[in-house]
């Protein structure tokens, strides 16, 4: 696909509150992901899912074209962005659900965000990827 960046170092970070069950939040951190090869690091207080595949961005990318909120997204992910990573925050309760959205501050989450960081040399391409429509052909 013309315009996908090649490489890409993606972490996704969820703390655990003590209210809350780990299973329940990692559920919602690899429903993030959906079915792609990553790597789990689960403590007491967080769950951390790794990966430098780019098909456990294509859920994202996906959810973004179809619930239309691609403007939305590239703000969100211009706003985050240091050099070459980006960062974005997602509600764990959608998440939880299989539901990307999108968190323009960490009080948008009640039990906090799920943060999600890409890091790539190609940045600006995966701006570009997960937000400008597309046709795939």
């Known amino acids: ?10 972490i996704l970070r969820a703390s655990v ?3 809350e069950e ?3 939040v990692l559920a919602a951190a690899k429903n993030v992901f959906g079915d792609c090869p990553h790597k789990e690091e ?7 899912l790794s990966s430098e595949s780019m098909r456990c961005l294509q859920k994202l990318h996906d959810q973004l ?4 909120v691609r403007n939305a997204a590239r703000r969100l992910l211009l706003r985050g962005r240091t050099e070459n990573r ?6 764990r309760q959608a998440a939880f659900a299989g539901i990307v959205v999108l968190c323009g501050s960490e009080d948008e989450s009640p039990l906090g965000p799920i943060f999600l960081v890409m890091d790539s040399e190609e940045a600006d391409q995966l701006v570009d990827w997960l937000t400008v429509h597309q046709d795939s052909g």
């Open 17 to 19: 509150s003590p209210s």
């Open 42 to 48: 689960i403590s007491e207080d967080e769950i951390l």
């Open 1 to 10: 696909m013309k315009g996908k960046p090649t490489s890409v170092r993606i």
């Open 86 to 91: 980006l960062t974005l925050m997602l509600n």
């Open 65 to 68: 074209r179809d619930r239309r």
């Open 22 to 24: 780990r299973s329940k």
